[in-house]
């Protein structure tokens, strides 16, 4: 079985990178499980419940792949996606509780400059320190961008 390292290798990556400890991320370590990760989609984003779909693919093949690397001791345990308000309700849907997209970890969001298409973390301290957050674009999350990063459905072996 050949080997993927699409997006969804980039995510644990970065994911990974952002466990660190910070002052805006609400992320605990909680019996080998990480806990409390946001991503949040921001309103800008024109309403499409398939980044959703993906994202949920995304952070669960991240969890398989981080599982197995760390031979079975961590994982993602709880990861909540936040919904800009100004998309359609719906009942899978829940108020957040202390969620918001100051505290996201991950951000879904339009380029931050034209021609600019790309995952990136924000960040305004030295390299090796905790970045702010990821930001995807929503091209990036719906598997548009496959000849830059590889298919986002990719198995790990």
Known sequence: MATSRGPVFLLLLLLLYLLQMSDTSLIKLNENGYEDIIIAIDPAVPEDTTIIE??????????????????????FKNVSILIPESWKDSPHYRRPKQESYKHADIKVAPPAFMGRDEPYTRQFTQCEEKAEYIHFTPDFVLGRKQDEYGDSGGEFG
């Open 54 to 75: 993906r994202m949920k693919e995304m952070v669960t093949k991240a969890s398989t792949y981080l599982f197995e690397a760390t031979e079975k001791r961590f994982f």
